[in-house]
């Protein structure tokens, strides 16, 4: 090995795999937009004009299902190390059914509002349910990326893939999975504490 060549194994930096840095960078700019949307939704109740209503409790029933999701994904990460493929593919089955499960519940605290004469938009809409509906809306659809890529993961698993060799995917799908179950619990609380 000539000199040139370890100098610049040496100058690799953190050490991380591309695509773990790449995840890092999209998880700090989704922090840092919901950052935006709940300092937003602060300096808008605090000018007036802000209609009080009450939170679904299906958001509650959501934030276990979502809890217990993240669990799962631990667990199937667990397995993967221990090679223990089986349980990997059970771990990530949960996982999806209990992400879809959350979305579905998610769906329907979307009638819930509407039936409590909560909208998006129109003559009746209040800043206040608007900012509800965009913040649900888009952790929505960052958790329907987070399926897609636990299902692009879960189908590694199935052709054997994913072991305690090559754990970069679901370890990547992991961190991206916990990421989402904790931003959905942070924006619940943010919302049962200021609302």
């Known amino acids: 090995m000539n000199p040139s060549e370890t100098l ?22 989704i922090v840092m937009m919901f ?14 004009n802000w209609r009080e ?14 809890a217990l999701s993240s ?3 631990q667990w199937a990460y667990f397995s993967a190390r221990k090679d223990e493929i089986n349980r ?8 999806l059914v209990l992400g879809l499960a959350f979305l579905v519940g998610q769906y329907h605290s979307f009638g819930d509002l509407v039936a409590g004469n909560t ?22 659809f960052h ?3 987070g399926l897609i890529f636990l299902a692009v ?7 054997y893939q994913v072991h305690s060799r090559a754990l970069l995917s679901i370890g990547n799908a992991t961190l991206y999975w916990h990421f989402l179950g904790g931003l959905w619990l942070y924006l619940y609380l943010f919302l049962l504490l200021n609302h």
């Not at 950052?35 to 007036?48: C, K, L, N, P, Q």
């Open 143 to 145: 958790l329907v990326t």
């Open 153 to 159: 993961v879960l189908r590694r698993t199935l052709n």
């Open 35 to 48: 950052a935006a949307f709940t300092s937003g939704y602060i300096v808008r109740r605090d000018e007036g």
């Open 119 to 140: 909208y998006f938009g129109g003559a009746d809409a209040n800043p206040s349910g608007s900012f509800v509906y965009v913040l649900m809306g888009v952790h929505a």
């Open 71 to 73: 669990a799962s994904m």
């Open 88 to 95: 990997v593919k059970i771990g990530m089955i949960v996982t």
């Open 53 to 66: 209503f009450d939170l679904p409790a299906s958001l509650l029933i959501n934030s276990i299902l979502i």
């Open 8 to 29: 610049s194994e040496k100058e690799v930096g953190l050490g991380w795999h591309p695509k773990r840095v790449l995840l890092i960078l999209l998880i700090f700019s």
